[in-house]
């Protein structure tokens, strides 16, 4: 929730955009009431007497408050309920004119950096963020596992983050959880990283290190005031089997949970979730337990279980359920769903029995560790348009979109195009062309762990682009329509690029045909040429030549010349928008004249089109010209 605030008519139609966007209810006071319309579109409140006693009452109510007050006016506002950096929600100022946005408390763990980012996105904004880590491209060693789903352990968060902003050497040793993010770091990053051999330790007195990070499911003491500064994130890769009998209250086997992680040093905040044979799908114990601490709760059947090899099979269970484990075979199940197949897992505990005297029941715990942590995130697909490649020409909604991401997928080029509106800390793969449907594959394997992805297409994204090819693959996959969730953003298309730079070219009825033969087959592409010349249609021809592929465009050339006249207008746009842009403007018997590459659009007009002060101009209509001077076309709807 998002609270936005202001004391003037001007500052209220500034945030008014951005409470439809976010959402965010906008908060005025009487005076500035009857000066805004009503709209369906967003939620104001009015609040009467001072101000502070409304941000007082906002400030552990909201995840972040928005301001379009002067700075100073700020300051003095929040400066006495400031308490923690932990808890403090964020808090992001805004000017009148939307020129800028700061990020004044909570950058980190409040998330007023991103809520910055994402606010100077949807206005065209400067973002002011003054964090060092940020402006290092570095991930906040704070905020570094959240994407992931890991749990914050102890530490001195405060001096490892300090070590970091005055650029110090950080040991960060990680043996649990993936190390995507290892992979995105700058090259000039000052972490000496471990994985999946741990370096030898060095000597405390000697060590040039100034702080030390694990991230592991075990579970570190670290002694207070210690020189070196250290701190622990915990993937949860831990999956517990849990065998009881009926009744067991769910007491004893949290008591047990915590009792087998406290006697093998393992992080309870590393457990991913509870397995157990389906039998004990209903007992009260187990799934109270699971619903408090919002862990999953994995059954499985007996046949499923008794193919898994056990340390300590059972005949007596065997007997009871019909497996001869529960425990120890629910924990290496669940394991291996979040493992690579085949992987060769191993116990971390084998089954432990719990009783207390003076609690009926009995628990047994059994702990195997995955190789990937389970995120707990229902994964989101943001299918993005990013338009011809200007960042002026990138609609807010498709900036907010990649500004959230946790991971940023596209071709090579369009990833480098949007490069300014990345974040540290987010996974952004680039990858060569050809590979749209890997692409869409790696997209959809992110999501499905639950990460927040952006698929990024030049141009709108479902026009020639990945959205489609998305999709598609999630078909195949018997997607269900609801996880990962999935979102379509539209982008300018390369035709409307293309046609804007020349005039108005697309002015009557057109049609797009892509020349690649990739994954359309040539005879099939070749009839739709012939079916577009003869019909008249204006035709944008996408992906006219590549370095390999030469023979395309002169074939539709000469097709085009057996409906055309042979000064029929052409125009051949590279790069639109970008700084290398090239436009030339020709007829249908020179086209092929010009260069033409991958980046082209080419559009051939109509019989109707003309040349005419350097721009294509397609009537609206076909009717001759009146007396009166009109086109005795339709008009414009």
């Not at 959402?23 to 104001?44: C, G, K, N």
């Not at 979109?401 to 990345?422: E, F, S």
């Not at 730079?501 to 994954?519: E, K």
């Not at 395309?552 to 700084?579: C, E, F, G, K, M």
Request: net charge negative; aromatic share 6%.
């Amino acid at each position: 929730m998002f609270a936005a605030i202001t004391t003037t008519p001007a500052g209220a139609r500034s945030l008014i955009p951005v409470c439809a966007a976010l959402p965010a209810t906008l908060w005025v006071p009487q005076s500035v009431a009857p000066a805004l319309e009503p709209t369906a579109d967003i939620t104001i409140q009015v609040y009467s007497g001072p101000l502070q006693n409304t941000i007082t009452t906002l400030w552990n109510e909201q995840a972040g408050l928005i301001f379009c007050l002067a700075t100073g006016a700020v300051v003095r506002l929040i400066a006495p309920l400031l308490q923690d950096k932990q808890t403090d929600p964020a808090v992001v100022v805004l000017d009148e004119a939307g020129q800028f946005a700061i990020s004044l408390c909570g950058g980190h763990q409040g998330g007023g950096d991103r809520l910055t980012q994402r606010l100077s996105h949807l206005l065209n904004a400067q973002a002011v963020i003054t964090g060092s880590a940020h402006h290092r491209y570095l991930p906040g060693i704070d905020l570094l596992g959240q994407p992931f789903g890991w749990t914050k352990g102890s530490g001195d968060w405060t001096r490892v983050a300090s070590a970091i902003a005055r650029q110090a050497l950080v040991q960060v040793i990680q043996d649990a959880g993936s190390a995507v993010w290892q992979q995105h770091l700058p090259a000039d990053h000052f972490f000496q990283l471990g994985w999946p051999d741990v370096p030898p330790l060095p000597a405390e007195a000697s060590s040039p290190l100034q702080a030390r990070v694990w991230i592991s499911a075990i579970q570190r003491q670290f002694a207070p005031e210690a020189e070196l500064p250290k701190a622990q994130w915990h993937p949860r890769v831990l999956w517990l089997g849990i065998g009881c009998e009926r009744g067991t209250s769910q007491a004893l086997i949290a008591q047990a949970i915590a009792t087998a992680c406290q006697t093998h040093h393992l992080a309870q905040g590393a457990i991913a979730g509870i397995a157990t044979i389906d039998l004990k799908a209903d007992e009260i114990g187990l799934v109270q337990l699971c619903q408090e601490r919002q862990w999953p709760l994995r059954c499985f059947t007996a046949a499923a279980l008794s193919k898994i090899i056990v340390p300590h099979p059972s005949a007596v269970v065997e007997k009871a359920v019909g497996t001869p484990s529960v425990a120890e075979a629910a924990a290496l199940l669940a394991a291996q769903q979040h493992s690579e197949a085949g992987s060769d897992l191993q116990l971390s505990v084998t089954k432990q029995v719990f009783r207390a005297a003076a609690q009926p029941g009995a628990v047994t715990v059994a702990i195997a560790q995955a190789q990937q942590e389970y995120t707990g995130r229902i994964g989101h697909l943001a299918l993005v348009g990013t338009g011809p490649g200007s960042l002026d020409q990138i609609t807010p909604a498709a900036k907010a979109a990649i500004a959230q991401a946790d991971a940023v997928i596209g071709y090579r080029l369009y990833v480098d195009l949007i490069r300014p509106l990345l974040r540290p800390g987010q996974i952004v793969e680039p990858w060569p062309i050809t590979q749209e449907r890997q692409r869409a594959e790696r997209a959809i394997t992110l999501a499905n762990w639950g990460l927040n992805v952006a698929v990024i297409s030049s141009g709108d994204c479902g026009i020639y682009a990945m959205a489609g090819l998305v999709f598609e693959t999630l078909q195949a996959q018997g997607w269900d329509g609801q996880t990962p969730t999935i979102a379509t953003l539209p982008g300018i298309s390369a035709l409307q690029s293309a046609a804007a730079r020349v005039g108005a070219p697309l002015m009557h009825d057109f049609c797009a045909i892509s020349l690649s033969d990739l994954l359309t087959p040539w005879p099939v592409i070749e009839k739709r040429l012939q079916a577009a010349a003869a019909a008249d249609f204006v035709i944008a021809l996408y992906n006219p030549k590549s370095q390999k592929r030469t023979e395309q465009i002169a074939i539709a050339q000469q097709i085009l010349v057996q409906h055309r006249a042979p000064d029929t207008p052409v125009a051949i746009v590279q790069s639109a928008y970008r700084p290398d842009e090239n436009i030339v403007l020709t007829d249908v018997a020179h086209m092929l004249e010009s260069a033409i590459d991958m980046l082209t659009t080419v559009i051939i007009g109509n019989r109707s089109t003309q040349l005419y002060a350097g721009k294509l101009i397609t009537p609206r209509g076909y009717a001759t010209q009146g007396a009166n001077g009109s086109t005795g076309a339709e008009p414009l709807a």
